[in-house]
């Protein structure tokens, strides 16, 4: 039985070793492509002929040629045959510039090729943009799409040259889930501050792909949730702006947009359901179905001995006809053939199926065979297995056996039962999951006891609140991007849990979780989630004037508090601010005045956040004297609460406002005394960073060597942990070393080589100081006009995201340009507004003086009055005619 599959398996790695497709080594055999998919998939043996063939153009040794044929015909075991390169160790066809993330099917797609060849035609159509796969659960609308994307890979390789991507929907419920989910398929490094949307539409609008949304019927209006405007919105806008994209969509219902192009996606060919009509069918013709030729496999897989003869074959035709050739039907039913007869298994979803068309449940015919199914499942599990069943249910995006073990209150032997039972599945990582059809069907055995399913969802939210609470200094360690991967994977659940517990008004177990989530989300820059999850706690828990448990406002206090900062870093800088004062307002006055003590743990911990956060909003404003009283409130509320991560983080930001005030020596030890917690505590991220601003110091005390050797190892660092951020911030630091020891032509490529990862981030201070350094740059050559023009783009960034010391640096540097060209009028207006302003930082001040001082020198003639707010200065920079 394993030996066609054996003999297939390593015609395919070999075929792969040697760079061929199916369709090349199908031309150099002189078969037809289909040939060779049967005997990859182990479905026919070669010929003796194509044998022969196949041992010369997949380059067997000579001397064992005559053995290979032997193999190949099943007539010796393949052992005696040298083996292929192992496929993992391959290239990926076309080239590391290709994207091909498509999962390995378990087993070979039985039959389909009408359906194949149909979606073949369509993918190669260039009229065809998006092409939907229809039809009821379980009918193989995804098992259909993946094998034409696997096949796609071989065959129109030239047709989607950037590759094919696989994009599971399952769990997801909102288009903003749907965009973080494909951006995670095809590897987009999502940051804030622009939309996940249009970095998607950016990523796509040049490349030649085929993306394939598995289940995308969860954001229909009959879905869980999501907005139907909103995804077709979103499709239509895809396919306009990235021309070379094409979508190939599973789904059970149609997506009505204009461009959609539909497969109705069928049954399996099966015998017609007169017992007469079965019996005078060969064997032979019995097995050539499509729907008989999978019961067969499917059997076989969990009876080896399974016999297809007279006795049993007119009993799984009649099987085939009552599930309606429905693939999840099929092997659901085959399943049962270690205990019951096949003619048992058929009276068992014959009975289901009378008693379903006479209930009057509304069931759609095409779905009362596969429910019948689902029926005769359900009657043969115990009470223990019904009742781990139903509560399995509730859980989003797989689970773990621990998970399990709380929620459902399961033992793993039940969990292997239903596995075993095809109920429920395991993936190579150790996650259980259900196929969405079943857990409807398990849900809906749930809700008919509304007591049971509220303990099941409180249990469900309780474990996994408990969970991420329970990972927060995880977060903050050396594992914290495995970590981080865990919670991603479980993200679905924890959602839910958060909407649970927020509906239900479960204060303190929000309370417990609340840093890891924004921790989470903060290391990861997933701010536009961080906002939604947030902005939901507040509208659940807002008192909105009644009378509350302190605790309850304290929560809710805390959440503001994250949200705001959130929104701060998104951009929002209006709504985070006021977020932020409503949060520290709620907590100094109300809390404390109501009996809650300030050594409180939660209240400690809240108050810090809110001290943190307003402190890096005063920062971007400019606001040194309020930045570094807030980050000194938030450090010695750490302090006392032995906080170390805490102490880390708020100390690296007081030398970061130190460095800005000028105090360069207080900025070194500060962000010294960072970095030596960080590396105590082996934060990777935290050691990056506080290099990284370290290096930052260093370059603005005109020490390129130690700056250097900082940006370095900060480099190397964040490029082992897999920090983008890091990465570039560490080489705009080296960009500037280079810079002071005059390696300008170095400085000026790492610096053209990074800008516009922190443009694609939403990173404006760092995107906008990119701009800045190429000015210097430029500036230091004597190329006055270019500089102008690197600093008015730096000014605009730094402008728009309301960051005034760094505006103020460069309306500084535009001030030296303009002297340098004689422009007095120009320079004096931006040098004396600058160095008179509160928010310029020490060099800003310093560099805006000598300004003043140059022109000084030049004796011009009376300059004419400075302007009075900051928008005339804009304009001198962004428009240097507007001068005098």
Avoid at 172 to 200: C, D, K, M, N
Avoid at 434 to 442: D, E, T, Y
């Amino acid at each position: 039985m394993d030996e066609p599959v054996l003999f297939g398996e390593w015609l395919r790695q070999r075929r792969r070793a040697l760079d061929l497709t199916q369709a090349e080594l199908a031309r150099q055999v002189g078969c037809s492509i289909f040939t060779i998919r049967k005997i990859e998939s182990g479905e026919r043996r070669p010929s003796q002929q194509i044998a022969g063939l196949l041992a010369i153009h997949l380059e067997v040794p000579e001397e064992l040629r005559k053995e290979f044929v032997q193999a190949a015909r099943g007539r010796r075991p393949m052992a005696a045959i040298p083996g292929p390169q192992p496929s993992s160790a391959l290239p990926e066809p076309g080239g590391s510039a290709r994207v091909y993330r498509l999962p390995s099917p378990a087993s070979p797609l039985i039959g389909r090729d009408r359906d194949l060849q149909a979606v073949f035609l369509y993918l190669q159509d260039p009229q065809c943009r998006l092409l939907t796969l229809t039809g009821p659960g379980g009918i193989g609308k995804t098992r259909l799409a993946l094998e034409a994307a696997l096949r796609a890979r071989e065959e129109l390789a030239a047709e989607f040259p950037d590759g094919i991507v696989f994009v599971p929907l399952a769990s997801v419920t909102t288009v903003e889930a749907l965009i973080r989910a494909a951006g995670e398929a095809l590897g987009v490094p999502f940051y804030s501050h622009e939309s996940q949307a249009a970095q998607l539409r950016r990523y796509l609008e040049e490349r030649r792909m085929l993306v394939l949304l598995d289940n995308l019927e969860q954001l229909l209006p009959d879905g869980a949730a999501g907005s139907q405007a909103g995804l077709a919105d979103l499709l239509t806008t895809l396919l306009e702006q990235a021309p070379g994209l094409k979508l190939l969509v599973t789904s059970r219902e149609r997506l009505n947009t204009g461009e959609e192009w539909i497969i109705e996606v069928q049954g399996l060919a099966h015998p017609q359901p007169q017992p007469q009509a079965a019996g005078s069918l060969s064997l032979e013709d019995l097995k050539s179905f499509e729907a008989v030729a999978l019961f067969l496999h499917c059997a076989r897989r969990v009876s080896p001995q399974f016999a297809f003869d007279q006795q049993t074959a007119p009993e799984i035709a009649r099987i085939c006809d009552l599930v309606q050739g429905i693939p999840l039907g099929i092997e659901l039913a085959a399943a049962w053939v270690r205990v019951l007869s096949c003619r048992e298994i058929a009276r068992e979803i014959e009975r289901n199926l009378d008693f379903l068309t006479t209930s009057g449940r509304g069931i759609p015919a095409r779905h009362r065979s596969l429910r019948a199914v689902f029926s005769h499942s359900w009657d043969l599990l115990n009470e223990e297995e019904r009742r781990v069943f139903k509560s399995l249910s509730v859980f989003w995006g797989g689970f773990t056996r621990a998970a399990a073990e709380q929620a459902a209150g399961t033992s793993l032997a039940t969990l292997l039962a239903l596995v075993d039972k095809s109920l429920l599945y395991r993936d190579g990582d150790g996650r259980y999951d259900l196929h969405p059809l079943i857990r409807q069907f398990a849900a809906g055995y749930l809700k008919e006891n509304p007591e049971e399913h509220r303990k099941t969802l409180e249990r469900h939210c309780c474990y996994f609140l408990k969970w991420v609470k329970e990972q927060e200094e995880a977060l903050k360690g050396p594992s914290q991007l495995a970590v981080a991967a865990a919670i991603s994977r479980d993200l679905e659940n924890i959602r839910l849990a958060w909407s649970w517990a927020a509906r239900h008004q479960m204060v303190m177990l929000m309370g417990q979780a609340i840093s890891s989530l924004f921790w989470f989300h903060d290391l990861l820059s997933w701010y536009q989630e961080a906002i939604v999850l947030f902005r939901q706690a507040c509208e659940a828990l807002d008192p909105d004037g009644e009378a509350v448990d302190p605790q309850h406002v304290l929560v809710y206090a805390h959440a503001l508090a994250q949200q705001g900062y959130f929104c701060l870093r998104y951009g929002r800088f209006a709504r985070g601010r006021a977020l932020l004062l409503q949060s520290m307002h709620l907590l100094e006055d109300e809390i404390i005045q109501s009996g809650l003590q300030p050594g409180e743990p939660l209240l400690e911990k809240a108050l810090a956040d809110v001290h943190a956060h307003l402190g890096l909003l005063y920062l971007f404003q400019g606001d040194f004297a309020n930045a570094q009283s807030q980050w000194q409130a938030s450090l010695e509320i750490r302090q006392r609460r032995r906080d170390h991560w805490g102490c880390a983080h708020a100390l690296v930001h007081l030398g970061l406002i130190a460095h800005h005030r000028g105090d360069f020596d207080q900025a070194e030890q500060w962000m010294g005394e960072a970095l030596a917690i960080w590396r105590e505590t082996g934060d990777p991220l935290g050691i990056v960073r506080s290099l990284g601003f370290l290096s930052l110091n260093a370059n603005a005390r005109g020490d390129d060597a130690l700056a250097e050797a900082r940006a370095q190892e900060s480099i190397e660092l964040a490029q082992a942990a897999g920090d983008r951020w890091g990465t570039a911030f560490g080489m705009i630091e080296l960009a500037r070393a280079y810079f002071l020891r005059g390696d300008l032509e170095e400085a000026q490529r790492l610096l053209e080589e990074n800008q516009d990862f922190f443009l694609d981030a939403g990173d404006s201070w760092n995107a906008a100081g990119a701009y800045y350094d190429q000015g210097e740059i430029a500036l230091a050559r004597q190329h006055w006009q270019e500089a102008q023009v690197f600093f008015r783009k730096a000014f605009q960034i730094a402008r728009e995201a309301q960051i005034l010391p760094l505006a103020l640096k460069i309306a500084a540097a535009v001030a030296a340009a303009a002297a340098g060209q004689g422009a007095v009028p120009q320079a004096a207006d931006l040098a004396g507004y600058v160095s008179a302003h509160s928010a310029a930082g020490s060099s800003t001040r310093q560099r805006a003086e000598q300004v003043l001082a140059s022109i000084a020198l030049q004796k011009p003639a009376v300059p004419p009055p400075g302007p009075r707010d900051f928008e005339d200065i804009a304009a001198l920079v962004l428009d240097p005619g507007s001068a005098g």
